[in-house]
């Protein structure tokens, strides 16, 4: 399985932020998978955002949960963050990733810098 991020790459203090996962060589939908959003701020550890389920049922971080939504295009295979009310300390670089069990398989997509202005 393939992933690759897309989005902004700045995002202006308050507004929201809205990055696509493109996956290709397996589907959103095969069951039991999951997909996930995750960041890395600048000289921090790596934060889990969220996920949505093989089902389409989401479960977010319970610190980012009222600013978070995720969704998905199924007839593009393809998963969006968004993320609202944008401030400089959700700079830091944004990774999808995915896991499935049939086969089993964990994957990563190479990163997307975000870089929120004041």
């Known amino acids: 399985v393939q992933l690759q991020e897309s989005g902004p790459g700045l995002v202006k203090a308050s507004q929201t932020l809205s990055l696509t996962c493109t996956v290709s060589?397996?589907?959103?939908?095969?069951?039991?998978?999951?997909w996930n959003w995750s960041r890395q701020p600048p000289g921090k550890g790596l934060e889990w955002i969220g996920q949505?389920?093989?089902?389409?049922?989401?479960s977010y971080s319970p610190s980012l949960e009222s600013r978070t939504s995720i969704s998905r295009d199924t007839s593009k295979n393809q998963f969006t963050l968004q993320l609202k009310s944008m401030t400089p300390e959700d700079t830091g670089v944004y990774y999808c990733?995915?896991?499935?069990?049939?086969?089993?398989?964990?994957?990563w997509g190479q990163g997307t810098q975000v870089t929120v202005s004041a």
């Open positions: 949505l389920d093989f089902s389409g049922s989401a």
């Open positions: 060589g397996g589907s959103i939908t095969a069951n039991p998978s999951g």
């Open positions: 990733h995915a896991w499935s069990k049939s086969p089993p398989s964990r994957s």
